[in-house]
């Protein structure tokens, strides 16, 4: 591991100037390149004291061995210049985007004599006109398979055409009408080519010229009594207008953009493209990539766009393009696309109307597809199996934690105080084991602490120390095996009989120290204890004064990652939980021996408890079913009651009074 300042340059060697820089490490190979406006400003970040940089950026300057730079005369340049770079020497602490499948394109060979329709995937090919991309291949299919009513367009393999030259006949697709049978000579070259340019006029959104001129051919021939030929053109209008169906109208002012979405956490993030052409999304893409430099969202955007359009010209670049947050450079990003597309590009954030709407579906998409990726990378069991060994030997274990239970605490501004208890075995989540706390402050018959406010370490110790109990009772009723020998066993695991082999809380330090004070004070020896700080994903163990901090692209880390997201995800959908059904509480609630058909006919009767309240002993009374005794105790329950607290519409902040016809709303 270098020191920085051993290959720090002296102030007065960097100019203050737009360029790009690469860090070497020891074997000259490239591990980061990036870009600046000011050279001496930005690489000046890089040499401070490591202790003060972000884990990523610290990993990068110790791993790094030299630096060099090259200086341009404008911030396109550099732009231009660091996606080359990148391209070309692949650094490992890039941000480098993958394809989560190869998406599959319509393509027309425009660059062969006969211009062929066919799916591509892969590499682009000079001269060969791209459509897409498409989710899925047969979708491409069914919509070629519509248009080659009205442009029969050769579809076959050079093979394939070569032979039927040589036999002098079509194939069937040219006996049924769907190919212009160029290999037979019924079409000219010349004739085939303009049939595939206007193939691609209509894929390109100029939909509205063929459909009318069809329409008009079609009031022709029925005018001349020309009915089969009419049907035909009727048909073939029904077909294309099919074909449209299929991309649905999204953005009603025929807008030609591309959406950018993305979702990510503290290693990974998923980036979703919707391509809308003509107001209509003509395709979809998505991609993932490992957090691998100290990058937010805007440089997450600014890495897509360098990856989306290096390789473009022309109309592949929109005339819009709509992020969730601009580039640092955005005037720069801005002029480098505009570049690429030969006219003006807008790059903008989208704030209203349609394009905000379309927006925030393609973000849900992002969020389905990181939620997916991580999914099927925790479904692997190989993964699973390494993730559980590197686990083990960052925390020094004696065997992989076969299960593992996660803890979190979960309040709003100190009340309504719960916790929350994952169980993953084998790396799997087992979710018949959770669990749910409401957090007393007591363990036992101790009290420990108040319980009011806000005190997550205190509700550790005692949502830790509650459940290892159980379990230490479950031990004292069975034995040390549990089963056959127990007569008393019904053959269903006891619900907290089984211990894990690595505890996890929710947390740093603090956290880490009173879950291991809790099983410390219950003479438990046998079970690990460790600690996930959310901010920067550190490993606290209880007695170490420095955290375990695993590489990131470690399984292990993932792991934990999961384990503790599912936990606080469990906590908050339980307290929210508590938090609606105690203002949902009535104090009806309090009168012993009213239930709720009483209840319910008295708010019929009197329309809200507000009229309720402010009703004698013997209008109580008259409500059916109500007797003296039990109307004297709805009285003094309602008179006792503490007012409630005023409804608050959250949107507008107004307070919402009780109306006469029922309780808040």
């Given at each position: 591991?270098?020191?920085?300042?051993?290959?720090?340059?002296?102030?007065?060697?960097?100019?203050?100037?737009?360029?790009v820089?690469?860090?070497?490490?020891?074997?000259?190979?490239?591990?980061?390149?990036?870009?600046?406006?000011?050279?001496?400003?930005?690489?000046?970040?890089?040499f401070?004291?490591?202790?003060?940089?972000?884990p990523?950026t610290?990993?990068?300057?110790t791993?790094?061995?030299s630096?060099?730079?090259?200086?341009?005369?404008?911030?396109?340049?550099?732009?231009?210049l660091?996606?080359?770079?990148?391209?070309?020497?692949d650094?490992?602490?890039?941000?480098?985007?993958?394809?989560d499948?190869?998406y599959?394109?319509l393509?027309?060979?425009?660059?062969?004599?006969?211009?062929?329709v066919q799916?591509?995937?892969?590499?682009?090919?000079?001269?060969?006109?791209?459509?897409?991309?498409?989710?899925?291949?047969?979708a491409?299919r069914e919509?070629?398979?519509?248009?080659?009513?009205?442009?029969?367009v050769?579809?076959?393999?050079?093979?394939?055409?070569r032979?039927?030259?040589?036999?002098?006949?079509?194939?069937?697709?040219?006996?049924?009408g769907k190919?212009?049978?160029?290999?037979?000579?019924?079409?000219?070259?010349?004739?085939h080519?303009?049939l595939?340019?206007e193939?691609?006029?209509?894929?390109?959104g100029r939909?509205?010229?063929?459909?009318?001129?069809l329409?008009?051919?079609?009031m022709?021939?029925?005018?001349?009594?020309?009915?089969e030929?009419?049907a035909?053109?009727?048909?073939?209008?029904?077909?294309?207008?099919r074909?449209?169906?299929?991309?649905a109208?999204?953005?009603?002012?025929?807008?030609?953009?591309?959406?950018?979405?993305?979702?990510?956490?503290?290693l990974?993030?998923?980036?979703?493209?919707?391509?809308?052409?003509?107001?209509?999304v003509?395709g979809q893409?998505?991609?993932?990539?490992?957090k691998?430099e100290?990058?937010?969202?805007?440089?997450?955007?600014?890495?897509?766009?360098?990856q989306?359009y290096?390789?473009?010209?022309?109309?592949?670049?929109?005339?819009?393009?709509?992020?969730?947050?601009?580039?640092?450079?955005?005037?720069?990003?801005?002029?480098?696309l505009?570049?690429?597309?030969?006219?003006?590009v807008?790059?903008r954030?989208?704030q209203?109307?349609?394009?905000?709407?379309?927006?925030?579906?393609?973000?849900?998409?992002a969020v389905?597809?990181?939620?997916?990726?991580?999914?099927?990378?925790?479904?692997?069991?190989?993964?699973?199996?390494?993730?559980?060994?590197?686990?083990?030997?960052?925390?020094?274990l004696d065997?992989?934690?076969l299960?593992?239970e996660c803890?979190?605490?979960?309040?709003?501004q100190?009340e309504?105080?719960?916790?929350?208890?994952?169980v993953?075995?084998?790396?799997?989540a087992?979710k018949?084991?959770?669990?749910?706390?409401?957090?007393?402050?007591?363990?036992?018959?101790?009290?420990?602490?108040?319980?009011e406010g806000?005190d997550d370490?205190?509700?550790?110790?005692e949502?830790?120390a509650?459940r290892?109990?159980?379990?230490?009772?479950?031990?004292?009723?069975?034995?040390?095996?549990i089963?056959?020998?127990?007569?008393?066993?019904?053959?269903?695991?006891?619900?907290?009989?089984?211990?894990?082999?690595?505890?996890?809380?929710?947390?740093?330090?603090?956290?880490?120290?009173?879950?291991?004070r809790?099983?410390?004070?219950?003479?438990i020896?046998?079970?690990?204890?460790?600690?996930?700080?959310?901010?920067?994903?550190?490993?606290?163990l209880?007695?170490?004064?420095?955290?375990?901090?695993?590489?990131?692209?470690?399984?292990?880390?993932?792991?934990?990652?999961?384990?503790?997201?599912?936990?606080h995800?469990?906590?908050?959908?339980?307290?929210?939980?508590?938090?609606?059904?105690?203002i949902?509480?009535?104090?009806?609630d309090?009168?012993?021996?009213?239930?709720?058909t009483?209840k319910?006919?008295l708010?019929?009767?009197?329309?809200s408890?507000?009229r309720?309240?402010?009703?004698?002993?013997e209008?109580?009374?008259?409500?059916?079913?109500?007797g003296?005794?039990?109307?004297?105790s709805?009285?003094v329950?309602?008179?006792?009651?503490?007012?409630?607290?005023?409804?608050?519409?959250?949107?507008?902040g107004?307070?919402?009074e009780?109306?006469?016809?029922?309780s808040?709303?």
């Amino acid at each position: 591991m270098a020191d920085p300042s051993s290959y720090r340059p002296k102030p007065g060697q960097i100019p203050d100037s737009p360029g790009v820089y690469r860090f070497r490490d020891e074997h000259r190979r490239v591990i980061y390149v990036g870009k600046a406006k000011s050279l001496r400003q930005r690489l000046a970040n890089y040499f401070q004291d490591v202790a003060n940089l972000h884990p990523r950026t610290a990993t990068m300057v110790t791993t790094a061995a030299s630096v060099e730079w090259t200086v341009v005369s404008t911030e396109v340049e550099a732009l231009q210049l660091e996606y080359s770079w990148i391209k070309e020497f692949d650094p490992r602490f890039n941000v480098k985007y993958r394809d989560d499948k190869s998406y599959p394109y319509l393509a027309v060979t425009l660059n062969e004599d006969f211009p062929r329709v066919q799916v591509m995937r892969g590499a682009k090919k000079k001269g060969v006109r791209y459509f897409g991309p498409y989710g899925h291949a047969w979708a491409i299919r069914e919509t070629v398979d519509l248009m080659l009513r009205v442009f029969p367009v050769r579809t076959c393999s050079a093979g394939v055409f070569r032979n039927h030259q040589q036999k002098g006949r079509p194939c069937l697709l040219g006996y049924i009408g769907k190919c212009s049978a160029p290999c037979v000579g019924r079409v000219t070259p010349e004739e085939h080519r303009e049939l595939a340019e206007e193939f691609c006029d209509f894929m390109a959104g100029r939909t509205g010229t063929y459909i009318r001129r069809l329409e008009k051919q079609m009031m022709a021939a029925a005018d001349e009594m020309e009915y089969e030929r009419a049907a035909r053109l009727r048909d073939d209008i029904g077909a294309l207008k099919r074909a449209l169906e299929k991309n649905a109208v999204v953005l009603a002012d025929a807008t030609d953009a591309d959406l950018i979405a993305v979702a990510e956490d503290e290693l990974e993030a998923a980036v979703q493209i919707f391509h809308v052409r003509d107001g209509r999304v003509r395709g979809q893409r998505g991609w993932v990539t490992d957090k691998v430099e100290a990058v937010d969202t805007a440089g997450l955007v600014e890495h897509a766009l360098q990856q989306l359009y290096g390789e473009e010209r022309g109309d592949a670049v929109p005339k819009e393009v709509l992020v969730p947050a601009l580039p640092d450079d955005a005037d720069a990003v801005s002029l480098w696309l505009s570049g690429r597309r030969g006219s003006n590009v807008s790059l903008r954030i989208p704030q209203r109307g349609d394009k905000k709407d379309l927006m925030e579906t393609v973000q849900r998409n992002a969020v389905q597809a990181l939620g997916l990726h991580k999914t099927k990378r925790a479904s692997d069991l190989t993964t699973r199996s390494r993730a559980l060994e590197e686990i083990a030997e960052a925390l020094g274990l004696d065997s992989a934690p076969l299960r593992i239970e996660c803890f979190d605490i979960s309040h709003l501004q100190g009340e309504d105080v719960v916790a929350s208890m994952v169980v993953f075995e084998d790396g799997l989540a087992r979710k018949s084991e959770y669990r749910r706390f409401q957090i007393k402050g007591r363990v036992g018959d101790t009290q420990i602490w108040h319980g009011e406010g806000q005190d997550d370490v205190r509700s550790m110790h005692e949502v830790v120390a509650r459940r290892f109990r159980r379990y230490l009772a479950e031990k004292d009723k069975t034995g040390e095996w549990i089963g056959d020998d127990n007569p008393e066993d019904d053959g269903r695991p006891k619900r907290f009989a089984y211990p894990p082999q690595l505890v996890v809380v929710d947390g740093g330090q603090p956290q880490v120290a009173a879950a291991q004070r809790a099983l410390d004070e219950l003479g438990i020896d046998d079970v690990a204890v460790c600690g996930l700080a959310k901010r920067l994903e550190e490993v606290w163990l209880p007695h170490d004064a420095d955290p375990v901090v695993l590489p990131r692209s470690s399984e292990g880390l993932y792991l934990l990652q999961r384990v503790r997201d599912t936990a606080h995800d469990f906590a908050i959908r339980y307290q929210r939980s508590k938090r609606t059904k105690r203002i949902r509480t009535s104090p009806l609630d309090a009168v012993p021996g009213l239930g709720e058909t009483r209840k319910q006919a008295l708010i019929k009767h009197f329309g809200s408890v507000k009229r309720l309240k402010q009703a004698t002993i013997e209008q109580i009374c008259e409500v059916p079913g109500m007797g003296r005794k039990t109307a004297e105790s709805v009285a003094v329950a309602l008179a006792q009651a503490a007012p409630a607290a005023p409804a608050v519409n959250t949107a507008t902040g107004e307070i919402i009074e009780e109306n006469d016809g029922g309780s808040r709303t």
